[in-house]
């Protein structure tokens, strides 16, 4: 495993973002190219932090600017995410061991020809792991953590509220919980040769087609949980 220097911590709102600055010193920001970055340490780690905002496209944008401006040897999701699996309460969190793509399951053509059943052209993954090292860093942690932790599977989808048929195409896989931004963060980071892992918390309960108002409380919540998180692994990695 290459050393670890450089940190970088991607959110996708401003909650998610402020709560875990919180945890760093010697913040200073810098506008590069119409984003904006902010720099400081935790422990021996040198860290930036930004805001992608929501969904995969800006998920995927972000993380390839951040890892083309500063190079970082570790890139960190935290945030929030709908609970799928209904056993997880509401601030619980969940680390993404195994992470799913909903929409690249069902790429089709103009005739509805399901290109997933295709040989030609060059289609994106659809799941992704975290490494291994930080699998065994996350359970290490687990053990030793008073937050309700689960190491499991993310599914990431650009439709909200959830599409009716992401529980029915992910049912044997065990899903977790659903969120915008970590299938596109971990794309990328595998394209890149980046090791990565999302950290979410619960804010709510995702059910298909159900409006679902996100409550700021919860939200506020549920970010301060995965920062948490996500602060302890970096500390861990020292």
Request: glycine share 4%; charged share 20%; with cysteine.
């Given at each position: ?13 401003q909650p998610e973002f ?177 090791p990565c892992v999302a ?40």
């Open positions: 495993m290459k050393s670890i220097s450089t940190i970088a911590v991607l959110s996708a709102i402020e709560s875990f600055v919180h945890f760093m010193s010697n913040v200073h920001k810098k506008k590069i190219k119409g984003m904006t970055y902010y720099f400081g340490n935790i422990g021996r780690f040198n860290i930036v932090a930004l805001v992608t905002g929501i969904g995969q496209t800006n998920s995927a944008f972000s993380t390839s600017s951040v890892v083309h401006q500063f190079d970082p040897d570790l890139l960190i999701f935290s945030g929030i995410s709908g609970a799928i699996n209904r056993e997880l309460k509401v601030g619980s969190i969940v680390v993404g061991k195994t992470v799913f793509s909903a929409e690249s399951l069902s790429l089709k053509s103009i005739t509805s020809e399901n290109y997933r059943k295709c040989r030609h052209g060059i289609l994106p993954d659809t799941k992704f792991s975290t490494p291994r090292f930080l699998q065994e860093k996350v359970k290490k942690l687990i053990k030793s953590s008073n937050q309700n932790v689960h190491f499991g599977t993310l599914v990431s989808s650009d439709f909200f509220p959830m599409p009716d048929y992401i529980p029915e195409k992910f049912c044997d896989n065990l899903v977790d919980s659903i969120d915008m931004e970590s299938a596109a963060f971990y794309q990328v980071c595998k394209q890149m040769k980046k950290i979410r918390s619960i804010s709510n309960y995702a059910e298909p087609k159900k409006k679902v108002r996100l409550k700021s409380d919860l939200i506020k919540l549920s970010a301060k949980n995965a920062a948490e998180f996500s602060n302890r692994l970096i500390l861990s990695l020292e």
